[in-house]
């Protein structure tokens, strides 16, 4: 439970920075710092990935599978996470 509440806040600290990075936007200010804010959201979102990777936390139940059908589901995941790279 720790660790969902590790990752939703984690979630929320991402949301007031994307909010902080549209007020940016909207008052001009230069696209250096935008984009330095920018990289920041998005090394953020990638530790939240592998947070939910590493700890499945929020996925879903577990069903009862078997070891190749457990390693399936890992494969899937990983794949589905390196998108996000």
Do not use: F, W
Not at 20 to 42: F, N, R, S, Y
Not at 57 to 85: A, D, F, H, I, M
């Amino acid at each position: 439970m720790m660790q969902k509440t590790k990752i939703l806040h984690s979630l929320r600290r991402v949301e007031g920075q994307l909010r902080g990075i549209e007020k940016m936007v909207e008052e001009g200010q230069p696209c250096d710092a935008v984009l330095t804010q920018l990289v920041a959201v998005h090394a953020a979102v990638g530790r939240i990935g592998t947070d939910i990777l590493l700890n499945e936390v929020g996925c879903g139940p577990r069903q009862n599978l078997n070891p190749e059908q457990e390693l399936e589901r890992l494969e899937k995941l990983l794949l589905t996470y390196s998108g996000l790279k």
